[in-house]
């Protein structure tokens, strides 16, 4: 059984995917060929926002962001202490200083009240500036924007919405990507929409910081590339990636619906069991992880080692508090302990979870973490 089965996928639909690559090979325009143009015109429809720019991965996206704020020395940037690397990665990389905030215990996503004491010390002991808060949707799952919009307001925080997991995730009626004042997306190949190889986008309605966007992922470009007004990055979507995508947009609201009838699966044969995820009312997730929590860390891995002896998969995401990554030793400020991201390292299990999952496949899955739990 495959964690995400990516195969399935490409033979459900390898004509349209082989004839669209074939297609770029033929037009040799590997570098801003047309169909990049075409995909941000419709990624931007679907997330119902006014601009896209697409660039090399989700990482440089959530960079690119916070240069065209201009976010740098002296400035906090304010981050889940619960996700992957890159949501506080990129805060160091522009030369500010990542405060990590703890999460909640059901939807995974960052606690508004934790977010307000990491302000409030901040503000009261530090130096620094509050500047901009990265709002990850954990696990496919938007995260609460009606609560840190008033937090962001009430500080003059700038949100950054790290959708790298929820393309395709909604909250009452809105998808995401339009949650933030700029938003980012990952289409690495096992996001919900994956390319085959690395890309990603940042979404946003401000005109101003769109352009500056256009030139930051193309070298600080001015009116054409041999005309530099700032100093950016080489970070494009390539012609192949773009014609990919195209193709996948086709289905994927169709595979956003039978991620969420699996997880329904998942939950009716899960539930009472071990903990099953807790989506808000009003949000659709994307379903980039189904995650279960477990009672202890001893039960975690019994669950775990009953799953390998059944040859079915499972990953850890994540092991480790973003506090604790060695990367950011010397650089951590913040009086708060996160508590819930310390508790939910320790128990927290993904199961597989794919569009593609048939109900013998799903049965095994939740026999096997059954037969473990007893
Ligand atoms: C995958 C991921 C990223 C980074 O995306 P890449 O395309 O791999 O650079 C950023 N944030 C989160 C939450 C992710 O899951």
Redesign the pocket.
Known sequence: MEFRDLKRQYQMHKKEIDGALQEVIDGAHFISGPQVTQLEQELAAYAGVGHCITCA???DA?QLALMAWEIGAGDAVFVPDF??F??GEVVPLVGAVPVFVDIDRDTFNISTDSLRNAVEYVLHHTDLKPKAVVA?DLFGQPADYEALRQTAAEYGLLVLE?A??SFGGMADGKKACSFGDISTT?F?PA?PLGCYG?G?AVFTDNEAWAERLRSLHVHGKGSDKYDNTRIGLNSRLDTMQAAVLLQKMRFFEEEVAACNRVAAKYDERLRGTVKTPVIRDGVRSSWAQYTICLRDAQEREHVMAQMKADGIPGMVYYRKPMHRQEAFAGMLCGAERCENTEYICERCLSLPMHPYMEDAEIDAVCGSVKKAVG
């Open positions: 991965n989700g990482t959530l996700t992957f890159s949501s990850v790290d790298a997991q990952s690495f996001k690395d990603g």
